[in-house]
Each structure stands twice: as structure tokens, then as C-alpha cells.
């Protein structure tokens, strides 16, 4: 074989191998201990999208941060410097984002938050390099704020951790809701006895409640605050009514409000699919985590469809075009790259044996972020 | 703050520490007698509350399932005390501290394994539910008083089989001097196995009867495990008074700190401040009050003088 | 020369060859997992001053590794937000420079632990170990609610603090400072043990009766062991926050202080390298047995078991037999 020849086909060959380039996506989530059930959800979604495009050229990678700020830095670093990951996304929580966000997208990567969507990344934070698909952390909460407004109540008395999270929700509903309060109550972080709010809240001649308490700080909550006689309209974000946590609590969260920026019962022919589709290959209903990542997921391919990661310039804008079927009907990007979208407000209701939400109000319409105008991208 | 409020908020908080004492019985029981630091303790409550929310699930019974957390719980800590904990005895508190802190990610991931990540549904009796009206106006749930009810006849309980049985004058003598009551003709192994049982059991029902007014899920158990720590080292360890009444002061300062200090702090600041300050301060309230009180008594209130 | 000398050297030789493996093989990663063994392994050989020298079994250790991080934290990001800690009476401004942190880091937690130290060496047995986790939890709360210093969020820092001469967003840069440091700490731990300080703690540990019949006061030797492990650990604390450009409240937590522990047992308590074989154990199968199954902790769980209840004196102890002294 001459010269020539050899060195078209190594170049054939050369060429053939650069068009199978893969894309890695890292996904870093809390699969592991007491709050991996948002984890999991995450998961799942977003492989629910990945598996149904079937694109042999995408690989994702999952590992589980077990809810450590130092252990997802560390995951963070092997993906970036080991596996050489294009994409990172998938964290549950504000914290272990903050550890890990700044320092992936100072070294270039993109990241797609798939929940944890903190204030400080969404002002003066903000990065071109980072996205927020699910929502702005401030934003559930503001819905229920404007719907304690909608409905007039002028009394109500609100409650959360003391911790930033919890700070930010409080600040979200009043935000929203513009009027007196009956109490302001910052409950312990982890705190699982609430006998003494409940006390308060009764004696304190609220017409309503707001709270934010996830995971089973806020099935303790409803449980205690179901037996004990007081019998105020409740209200608040999706996170403390999501489909595990309904199951858990049962009978005692049926009737409550909360604000949420999809339920499976929106109506469009993307969420229908969705929700049937992960109903069948789960066995159970999707809850709004796992409709972040099956969004996200689509939103990535819809982007790589159009460009790689690698041209960087090319790929920002393409997801920034978000021309993809969210499960959210329509979807858009705001100058700070979080979403802008439609907030309802859903209320627990049982379906035959299981416990679920249903749409009954939009709170907020096309809502972007309180802290846009901090974004120096505009 | 209303007279009735605040009484209400301490009946709250004399509630939340006879929950505290079962767990914290079992504790002094084992650490008094075996010379054991148990961190595994937080696992049976978690391993009672599991059982309680499969059994209620399954035949709809809440006395089936307080049977079946009191079993599990006996069950699982016989066998742990069996495989590990005997092993455990002659070691120091280093080495006990570690395996069981082993056994909390062995059990804590084993259950997530058996009964996978999602929080289990578990609910009192609907003849225990709804509230009752207190002399002095206070509304108060009925569950809660059945559960101080449950706590104070545990109290009486122990009370009775440390005083009044040869189970009692044994536990009583292997806490004096373990190599006597060998020396004696007493079985100390059987004799160990059994209290750890007692005390694994004392955490199931614990965990059982505060899982159905708060959530069943992994990792319950330790933030009571701790609180349990707080309690046995405030009233002295190896004393069930010491624990009762260590309860009740962690419960009734954890209640009435997370109550009284944000008001303190209103006097200062804003509402919102306030609120936020106050609870910071609150969280930190049983560890100051430990810390004091182990100053003061570097054995406890009821702890034995060295 | 004895088995201990040899492992030891051992030790140390894997140390510096496997970074260096890492280097050549282009394997930035493995790099950052070596560096995450010995920051670990030098908060392990703070505390093992106080627990295997001193036997005080300190289940709030976490405190001072924070207590090290939040030094650097709020150091570091005053100095890059270009805002000054406080304006008065003087204006002390924020810095980036490594060997500066690591001092403030060293002298708040020397004084942490000498608060503390006053404090809880007034009990013994468990009543200490609950007391020390008394003030852990403390700081831990206090940490997650005061807003100032990002509460649970944590403080980012964007980009690794400074040392002079060196370029230590390099990996193997930060690498060597961290093994550099490491190796004086033990050092002055080899000497601590043989000097007469430590020889009367060791004493003291094992029978405090006859120190005291010497005119020794077992309390003030604790204290002064206390002091040094909380000092180290703190300096520890600094690094840590370092590597992960990060600081947050669970470097406080009391899960953290066991950590710490398990790295000390399964190493070996009161042995030179014991912290260093224990914290390389531990991140080895931290990262191993992650990638098996999603249950792990399980596996780590197990693990852990059977070195305690099996393996006598950990794994130093295991293969070099018992401590040599003198």
C-alpha cells in the first residue's frame, strides 16, 4: 500500500472518530440517605428523556453526592479534570450548589440546575455559563404570596427553618403579599415537634398559614397541625407536597395550597407523555423533581441538536433558545438565564387511593426573578 | 405571651421530654449497667418506627403495630448485641463509639435498601385523634396526652423492675460491680443480652409512637440520638431518675427557648431579625444548658460521684 | 530498624510516588484525591495528639477543623469582595495569603480549644466526650443560622488563596505544600511523644495517680494536649477549605468529628503514621466502593466493623505489631 493511500485512510479513519466525538453530561445528585428521594426523582426523569432520544453519542454520568458539600466539590473535580465532562447538572440543594457551581463554570463547564436555583446565582452571581431550568428558589414561594393576597386573607402567619433557604421563602411570600402578619416564626433546622408553633399560630388569631418546611420536617408538620384542632387555611411551596411526601402524610394534607410550576395535570401534550411515560417504566407518579430533570434533559438535546458544547458561543445561545417541548407548555429564558414562566397554585386532592395535586389558580403569570436587574448580563 | 399560652407551650414541653425519656431509659440502662456507648440507639428507634408503619400498613392496627415495634426493636438489638456488642465490652469507649457509629451506616442503609428512600405513612389511632379542652381553657391534642401517659407508666415500669424484681436487684448489681455478681452465679451474658433488649425495645416503642405524629424515614433516628446523649450525661448516667428528669429539662428548655428567646430579641430588633436571631440562639439552648450543668456537676444531677 | 520505622517510611514513600505516578500519567484527579488523604490525615494527626497521647476521646474535633475552615472563609472572601472585617476601632482588611490564614487559623483554634479545654477537662469519661460534643453541636447550630457568613449555603471562594513562589491552583503545587506540612506536623509529632511533655501525658493517660505523686497536674498536661490538637486540626481546617474552594457548616458537624475518629482507629491510635494509613484508607474506599453499588455505605459500614472488632491496634498496629516505646 503506498504512502498516500495509507495516509487517506488514517485520515478517513481520523475523521470517522471525530464525528462519533462524544458529549459527557455529569450528573451529581443525592442518591444516598434521608433526602435521596429527590435525588432519585431528579434521576430518573432525566434518564426517562435521555433513554426515549436514544442518541448514542450522549453520555451521562451519575454519582451520588450523599448530601455532602465536600463530597460533591470532589465529584465535581473528578468529572471536570477526570472524566472530562462538557455539561454538569442534577444537584438537589442550595448548599452543595454554592460549593459547586462558581468553580465549574470559572473553568468553562456548563452547568443546568435541575432544582437548587440560589440568589446569589441568580444576581450578582449570574454566569453565562450557567443555567437555572427549573425555577428561581424565590418563586414558589412568591406564587403562594400573591395567592394569600388573590384571596384575601390579611392575617396570616408564617413559618420556616432558620436557614437560607428558609430565609429566602419568607422574604419570597412577603414579597408577593405585601401585608400584616399575624407571627414570623423561624422553626430549627431538622426541628420535628412543632407543638409549640401550632400553640402560636392558635394564639395568635391568624386567618391563614404559609410555611416552608421540606422534607419531614414537613410531615411532621401537617401531621401534628391535622390533630390539633386548629383549622386554618394552609399554604405553601410544592416542596413541603411533592408526590412522596403527600403518601407519607396523607389524609392531613388533603385541602392544602401550594404554589408549583407544574403538576401532572397540566395540559399539554408534552406533560401528558411524560407522565404516562414515567408512570410506566416507575411504577409510580412523577413529582416536580423528576419533571425538572426530564426538562433539562430535553433542553440539553434539544441545544445539542444544533451545536456542541465545545463551541461555546454556539451552545449558549442554542440554550438560551429553549426550543424544546417543556413539560411546562411554554418555556423561556430571562436575561439571567432562569426561566420564565407561569406559577399555579395546586391543591392536595385524592385520586382512588393516592394522594396528588390538581391545578386550581394561576398565582403568577410569566414570572421571571426578583433579582434579574442584579445580573450584570442583561 | 398569654398565661394559657404559656402554660401550654409547657405542658409542650414536659410532652416532648417524656418522649425523650424512652429513648433516653434505654440508653442509661445499657451505658449504666454493660458500660456501653451505644450510638446504634437512634437506629432501633428508626428500626421500631419501620416496623410500626409496614405492620399499620398492612392490617390497618395500631396496637398490631406497636406490638410489632417493641418485637423488631427487642429482635434486632438481641441480635446486634449477639454479633457485635458482646465483643464490645472490654474494649474502651473508642472502640465502642466506632463500631456502633459502623453498625448506624449498616442499619440506616440496610433500611433504605429494604424499605426504599421514600418516607413511610404511618398514623395514630382515630380513637386517639382530635383535641380535648384542658381545666384553664388549654386545647390540647389527645394523642399528646396519651403519650405522656405512655411515658410516665414506662417510668413507673422501670421503676418497679429495678426496685421490686430480682431482674431489678440484678441490673442494680451489675451497675455496682460486674465481676461480683459473675462470681455470684449470675449469667452476665444472658443478663446483658436482656437489658440491651429492654433498652432496644424502649427505643422502638419510642419510635414507634412519635413516628406516627412525624415523619418515618431514614436517618430519624439520629438527631434523637443525640438529644438522648444530652439527656443521660444532664441526669447522670446509669440513673432512670436522672434520665426523667434530664428529659424534662432538655424538653421544656428546647420548647420554651425556641418560644421565649425570640420574644427576648424583639425587645432589640425587628420582627423578622428577631425571629431569626432568636431561634439561632434556641438551636444552641441544650447544648449551653449541658455544658452548664456538667460544669457545675462534672457527673450529672444523679450521676455517681467519683 | 524496627517494622513501625518501616511502614512508616513506606507511607511516605507512597506518598510522594503516587502523586508523582499521577503527574507523569496526566491524572489531575488522583492528584486531588492524595491531597484530600493528607489534609484529612493531618486534622487525624491533631487529633491523635489529644486521643492517643492524651486519651481524651474529643467527639467534638469537628469544631476546630471548622473553626480553621471559617478562618480562611471569612478572610478570604473579605479580601475578595474588598470589604474589611471590621472598621473599628482599626480596620483590619481580609487577605488571601496562605501563611497568614494558616496563623489566624492556628491561634483561633488554639483559643477555641483552650476555652474549651478550661471547660470540659473538669469531667472525665463519657461526660467529656458528650461535653465535647456539646460545644461542636453549638458552633454547628450557630453556624447554620447566623446569616452573615452564608449559614448553611457556605461561603464559595472563587479562587485558591495565595502562597509566595508558588502557583497553587496547580494541583500538584497545592499537593506538596499540603505534603510539606504534613511532614513538619509530624515531625514535631515524633518529638512531641519522646519529649518529657509527652512522656508525662502518656503517663497521665494511663495512670494519672502517679503523676500526680510526682507534682505533675495530669489537668494542665490535657490542656496543653488539647490546645496543640486543636491547633493542628485548625490548620487542617484552613486546608481543607482550600482544596474545595468552600466552607460550609458540616465541616463542624459531629458526623465530621467521627470521621476524623475513624481515620485515628482504623490507622492505629497513639501511632506516628496512624492518621496518615487511616485517612488514605478511608478516601481509597470512599472512592472505590462508591462506584458499586448505591448502598456503599453499607459496605464502608462493614468495613469499618471488622477492622474495630478484628483488627487490633488498626492497621499500623495489624502489620507492625505492638508500639515500640522509648
Redesign the interface.
Known sequence: MSMKTLLAAASLVAMAASAQAEVKIGMITT????G??LG?DTRDGFMLAMEAAGRDDVEVII??DQR???VA??LA??MI??EKVDILTGIVW??LA??VV??AT?QGKFYLSTNAA?A?LAGRGCNPNYFSVSYQNDNLHEAAGAYAKSEGYTNPFIMAP????G?DS?NGFKRFYGGE?AG??????????Y??EI??I??SGADSIFFFLP???G??FL??YA???VDLPVMGPAFSFDQ??L??????AMGVKNGSNWSKDLDNAANAAFVSGFEEKYDRLPSLYAAYGYDTANLLLSALDVAEPSDAEAFRAALKAAEFDSVRGEFSFDTNQHPIQDIYIREVIKEGEVYTNKIVATAIEDRSSAYVDECSMN | MSPILLAEQVLNGLQSGVMLFLMAAGLTLIFGVMGLINLAHGSLYMIGAFAAAAVAGATGSFALALVAALAAAAAAGALIELLVIRRLYARDHLDQVLATFALILILSEGTRWLFGSFPLYLNMPAGLSGTVTLPGGIVYPVYRLALIAVGIAVALGLWWLNARTRLGIRIRAGENDREMIAALGVDISKLYTLVFAIGAALAGLAGALVGAIQSVQVGMGEPVLILAFVVIVIGGIGSIKGALIGALLVGLTDTLGGVLLPELFKLFTDPATAAATGSAFASMAIYVLMAGVLIWRPTGLFGART | MSRERLLNGALLLALILIPGWALYADEPFTITLATRAVIFALAAVGLNIALGLGGLVSLGHAVFFGIGGYAMGILASHAQSYTPLIEWPFVIEGTKSMPVIWLVAIVASSCAALLIGLLSLRTSGVYFIMITLAFGQMMYFFAISWPAYGGEDGLSIYVRNGFPGLNTLVPIQFYGLCLALLCLVLAFNARLMRSPFGLALDAARQVPERVRAVGLDPRRLQLVALVISGAITGLAGALFADLNRFVSPTMLSWQMSGEIMVFVIIGGVARLFGPVAGAGIYVLLEHLLGGVSEYWQIFLGLVLLMVVLFGKGGVVGMIAGRRRDG
Open positions: 442518591l444516598s440517605g434521608g435521596a428521594s432519585i454519582e451520588d455532602k458539600p465536600d466539590v470532589q473535580d473528578k479534570q477526570s442550595s448548599n454554592m460549593a462558581p468553580a470559572a440560589p446569589q432558620n436557614y437560607p433557604a430565609q419568607l402578619l414570623e416564626v423561624y422553626t430549627k433546622l431538622g426541628q420535628t415537634d407543638a409549640a400553640a402560636q392558635r394564639a422534607g419531614g420536617m410531615i411532621s401531621k401534628q390533630d390539633s384542632g412522596a411526601i403518601q407519607a402524610v396523607g389524609e392531613a
